[in-house]
Every structure is written in structure tokens, then in C-alpha cells.
């Protein structure tokens, strides 16, 4: 079960890495995340109709010089694919996906979504790093930025179910 | 009317704002009305709508223009519901309602049957919406848009190029493009925008 101390854990990974600008569609485990990104003043929250939005909405913020992540579930990331092509990968834009990975191991839900997130990431070109330990969120999510920003793309952070 | 001759007539009132444009012959109509670095080619076919509102969040000062076409749209109509959740103030959308898929093979959409965008933007709860079929009324849009708070939505009723279609190639690398684009914003802004790796580093501690 997801819990609120972890969500804020994971927030504050975020702001000490200078995310300030999140655009999200939510899940059943992002819930708290999303009403914790709602509730902060420090990050501007944009709630999406549908996930490959936020690939546009998070490069017209990056140009304005805003670090930006978008969370939603690797759903979401299929539905993106075309705009991380066409516009993260195209232009070289870096942000953070902040992606849960539904059907991940000991995830009931969503076999084959789980079985193609990784191989879909490879293809696109995005490097991608699953996070099994909320302890570990500091440290990826500030790593995982600078990568973005050093290779001028998009790197995916894969939330499973356990650091929720 | 003509797109070609509405973004002629309206391109001074545009002055340096920066101005996200859909890909095909939008993009080659508003180089030649207004030449500039604050023109931004966008790749993903509907993505204006969502660029728009992310810089127009990041720059709520700012007005920031969107120039669309009905296909690009219609491809993410989602775009317009946010938009309206939303409401960033700053927002101006205007799309060039042809009827066609125009750069795609001049196929219809369906604004050519069943689909009235206008009503579509008022129904996603955009408050500031024009629907617009003379260059005059066009103008007069666009000139409340810049004066007056939105979200706006402007869809300019226009006939297909036609034989008058810019046959020009854009010769612009998208990557060049960007990096002129933030040039041309920092400028603007009189700061700087840009980070790279080093300055992400550097500021985590």
C-alpha cells in the first residue's frame, strides 16, 4: 500500500534536485504523490487529460528553464511514445519520467505492460533506472537529473510498487 | 480568407512574442509574415496547445502565442481540456480551421462534418473563445487576446492554400532551432535560461 511518508520522501528527492515543475496523470499508488505536488508551493503542478501532453507541457517549461518531471504509470509512457520521439528525443529536451511500473516483480497487475517497459525505454533511447528502495530516491532522482541534462534527453526513474 | 494573408495582417501585433507553430504550411506562412527566433517548430503534431501552456505556466508574465491548424488539434483535443482546467491567463491559441489535412495529403478532418472546435474550447471550459471568418474580425481577435487576460482561443476560418502554398522547404535544424528560441527568450526575459549538466550538479548538495 502506498503511504504519505514515502510520497514526501520521494517529493523531497525531487526538490532537492531543483524539480520545480511536474505535470502528472494519476494512479491508485501516485494518489499521494499527486495530492502532495498539488499541495506544494515550491513545484508548479500541471494535472494532465492524457500522458503525452506532458511531454509538450514539460518542454515549453524546460525552454523557459524549468526542471521539470512527468509521473504517470508506464501506461502512460506507451501512450507517449510518439512525443518522446518526435519532441523529448527530436529536440533534446531532459526531463524526469517518473514512471510506475505496474507488472514489475511480485506486481500483480498488468503483466504485459510490465514485460514491455524496459524493452519500450531501450528502444526509444531512455535510460532508465528502477528505484526498489525508498532510500535510494535522493540520491537516483538527483542522478537521474543530471543524466537527463548531460545526455539532453528524457531518463525514466521506474517507481515500483515497494517505495509508494 | 487566406491563412497566409490573416497571419500577414496580424504579425505586428505579435512584436517578440514567443510563438509555438504547428508543423507543415503554418510554419512556413508565419516565417515569411513574421521572420524570427522566437518561432518555435513544433515536431509532435498536436502538441501546441500543450507547449503553450507549459511555457505559459513557467512565464506567467508573458503572453505566449500557440498558431495551430484544425488537424493538429483535433489530434490532441485533451490539450484543450487542460487548457481549461487549467487557465493559464497568458495563453493565446489560434487555430486555422481549413477543413483539411492540408500539408497530409488535403484529406478532411472533421471540422468538415461534425466537429465545431470553437464550441468544443467553450465546452472544455475555455472562457475566451472567437470563431472568426474575416480578416478584420480576425485582427480585432487577436488584438483583445494580446490586451486582455485568458485563456483565449481563437479559430480563424480560412480556405485552403490552394496553388498559393508555400512550396519552400524549412531548412531550420530543430536543434539550432531550440537553442535560438532560448536565446531569443533570455533576451526577453533578461536573464538566463538555459542549464546544463554542470549548473544540475553543482546546485545539489
Same mark, same amino acid.
Not at chain 1, 510506475?100 to 498488468?110: E, I, R, V, W
Not at chain 2, 509532435?44 to 502538441?47: A, V, Y
Given at each position: 500500500m502506498a503511504t504519505v511518508e514515502n510520497a514526501g520522501k520521494i517529493i523531497r528527492a525531487l526538490k532537492r534536485a531543483g524539480v520545480n515543475f511536474v505535470a502528472s496523470l494519476p494512479d491508485a499508488s501516485l494518489a499521494y504523490l499527486v495530492e502532495g505536488l498539488d499541495e506544494d508551493n515550491d513545484i508548479v503542478h500541471v494535472p494532465l487529460?492524457?500522458?503525452?501532453e506532458g511531454v509538450g507541457v514539460c518542454m515549453g517549461a524546460n525552454l523557459a528553464g524549468k526542471r521539470c518531471a512527468l509521473m504517470m504509470q508506464n501506461a502512460g509512457l506507451l501512450n507517449s511514445c510518439n512525443a518522446l520521439t518526435t519532441t523529448a528525443r527530436q529536440i533534446e529536451i531532459p526531463m524526469l519520467l517518473l514512471v510506475?511500473?505496474?507488472?514489475?516483480?511480485?506486481?500483480?497487475?498488468?503483466p504485459m505492460l510490465g514485460m514491455v517497459t524496459e524493452p519500450v525505454l531501450d528502444a526509444l533511447g531512455i535510460p532508465h533506472y528502477v528505484l526498489?528502495?525508498?532510500?535510494d530516491a535522493p540520491n537516483v532522482v538527483a542522478g537521474a537529473l543530471v543524466q537527463a541534462y548531460n545526455a539532453q534527453r528524457p531518463v525514466a526513474i521506474l517507481l515500483t510498487k515497494s517505495v509508494l | 480568407m487566406k491563412r497566409k494573408e490573416a497571419l500577414a495582417a496580424v @504579425?505586428?501585433?505579435?512584436?517578440s512574442t514567443p510563438c509555438f507553430v504547428t508543423v507543415g504550411l503554418t510554419w512556413l506562412d508565419w516565417n515569411t509574415a513574421r521572420p524570427s527566433d522566437g518561432n518555435f517548430h513544433l515536431k509532435?503534431?498536436? @502538441?501546441g496547445s500543450s507547449v503553450g501552456l507549459g511555457m505559459a505556466l513557467a512565464l506567467p508574465h508573458r503572453k505566449i502565442a500557440v498558431l495551430d491548424g484544425d488537424g493538429a488539434v483535433i489530434m490532441n483535443a485533451n490539450g484543450l481540456i487542460t487548457v481549461g482546467r487549467v487557465q493559464p491567463k497568458n495563453l493565446i491559441h489560434i487555430v486555422f480551421d481549413n477543413k483539411i489535412y492540408e500539408s497530409s495529403g488535403c484529406i478532411p478532418t472533421a471540422s468538415a462534418y461534425n466537429l465545431n472546435i470553437a464550441n468544443f474550447g467553450r465546452a472544455a471550459g475555455i472562457p475566451h473563445v472567437r470563431q472568426v471568418d474575416k480578416i478584420d474580425d480576425f485582427k480585432t481577435a487577436v488584438k483583445d487576446a494580446f490586451e486582455s487576460d485568458g485563456p483565449h482561443l481563437i479559430v480563424a476560418q480560412v480556405e485552403p492554400s490552394?496553388?498559393?502554398?508555400?512550396?519552400?522547404?524549412?531548412?531550420?535544424n530543430e536543434i539550432e532551432g531550440k537553442f535560438k528560441f532560448m536565446r531569443h527568450l533570455e533576451r526577453l526575459e533578461k536573464r538566463p535560461l538555459r542549464e546544463d549538466a554542470v549548473d544540475i550538479k553543482l546546485s545539489i548538495r
Open positions: 487529460s492524457r500522458e503525452e510506475l511500473y505496474a507488472g514489475a516483480l511480485n506486481d500483480m497487475s498488468f526498489n528502495n525508498i532510500d | @504579425s505586428i501585433l505579435f512584436e509532435t503534431l498536436g @502538441s490552394g496553388e498559393d502554398a508555400n512550396t519552400s522547404y524549412s531548412r531550420l
